[in-house]
Antibody, heavy 120, light 106 residues
Framework: QVQLVQSGAEVKKPGASVKVSCKASGYTFTSYDINWVRQATGQGLEWMGWMNPNSGDTGYVQKFQGRVTMTRNTAISTAYMEVSSLRSDDTAVYYC?????????????WGQGTLVTVSS | DIQMTQSPSSLSASVGDRVTITCRASQSISSYLNWYQQKPGKPPKLLIYAASSLQSGVPSRFSGSGSGTDFTLTISSLQPEDFATYYCQQSYTARTFGQGTKVEIK
């Protein structure tokens, strides 16, 4: 069965970086895009961007460009998302989600979420 | 950027009620519209994709309709397990979520 298992909760200081991992299993990792979505406590869902694990191509929401980097290690079927220059308003649960194949595809499988807390 | 506006932001309903949630896109998105359900502490769950296609395993009381800019999620007979927050998402270009609709017990 398809599973996305994310790394554990993180506590970081303002200005630091955090790297969240998302290990995929149960399917061919390079055949489906990985999306990253975040959700601040009590707030809605915010799509951050996507990555094609086959090509490594990425696309980021403009507000995150320059501060977010999505990468992958195909040998271990794992996607990563790194956020740098953390601020308090980056405190949120971060989700990876598998979408596709195909243009305009929905996200049918989600990781369990990783809580990132930014606090001095 | 495409903006997605859901209404209402919240609603109160009883078990057995018919519930309708609407989602409007700031420009035409054809049928690239998905609906998700989220319960507290859990990741979202895909209900409907491509505006009206029911995701495998999702009860048939859920249905979606619309195209272009206006879309609707309908729950034909609300069940206790349906109390949750619902989000629309456009997948026409990049992705954008609506702000969510919380369905509460009346």
């Amino acid at each position: 069965q398809v599973q996305l298992v994310q790394s554990g909760a993180e506590v970081k200081k303002p200005g630091a970086s955090v790297k969240v991992s998302c290990k995929a299993s149960g399917y061919t990792f390079t055949s489906y895009d990985i999306n990253w979505v975040r959700q601040a406590t009590g707030q809605g869902l915010e799509w951050m961007g996507w990555m094609n694990p086959n090509s490594g191509d990425t696309g980021y929401v403009q507000k995150f460009q320059g501060r977010v980097t999505m990468t992958r290690n195909t040998a271990i079927s794992t996607a990563y998302m790194e956020v740098s220059s953390l601020r308090s308003d980056d405190t949120a649960v971060y989700y990876c989600a598998r979408s596709g194949p195909g243009v305009g595809a929905s996200a049918g499988y989600w990781g369990q979420g990783t809580l990132v807390t930014v606090s001095s | 950027d495409i903006q997605m506006t859901q209404s209402p932001s919240s609603l109160s309903a009883s078990v057995g009620d018919r519930v309708t949630i609407t989602c409007r896109a700031s420009q035409s998105i054809s049928s690239y519209l998905n609906w998700y359900q989220q319960k507290p502490g859990k990741p979202p769950k895909l209900l409907i994709y491509a505006a009206s296609s029911l995701q495998s395993g999702v009860p048939s009381r859920f249905s979606g309709s619309g195209s272009g800019t206006d879309f609707t999620l309908t729950i034909s007979s609300l069940q206790p397990e349906d109390f949750a927050t619902y989000y629309c998402q456009q997948s026409y270009t990049a992705r954008t979520f609506g702000q969510g609709t919380k369905v509460e017990i009346k």
